[in-house]
């Protein structure tokens, strides 16, 4: 639980800087870490210690863009990676043709 909870906090402070990438049409309909279904049209994502249903505010730092998404997933499992988000979220970051971007993530 001390864990999480640092963990929280890190994401939580505004200054926290770290990249995100996104997973979308091989992980199409199979199942994610909390039993659900993934969606690559969804505003969903993974993180590897936020408790599923959380709902996160990255923004990408590269252009000012800013999603919501909800975590119901686990991952990313690349070092210097924080979050992965779904395709859906990552159009709306600007970031889909690049795979990767440089964001800071939030608790909403």
């Known amino acids: 639980m001390i864990r999480l909870a640092l963990a929280l906090s890190v994401i939580a402070a505004p200054a926290h800087a770290t990249k995100a990438s996104w997973y979308g049409p091989g992980f199409h309909g199979r199942t994610t870490a909390n039993g659900e279904r993934y969606n690559q049209h969804a505003a ?5 210690t936020a408790k599923f ?3 996160l505010l990255v923004t990408n730092l590269a252009n000012g863009r ?3 998404c909800r975590v119901n ?3 990313p499992y690349i070092r210097g990676r924080s979050v992965d988000v779904s395709k859906a979220v990552a159009i709306k970051l600007g970031m889909l043709a690049d795979g ?3 964001v800071s993530v939030r608790v909403k």
């Open 73 to 75: 997933d686990r991952g």
């Open 44 to 48: 969903t994502c993974a993180h590897r």
């Open 53 to 55: 249903g959380t709902v």
């Open 66 to 68: 800013r999603a919501e």
């Open 100 to 102: 990767v971007a440089p």
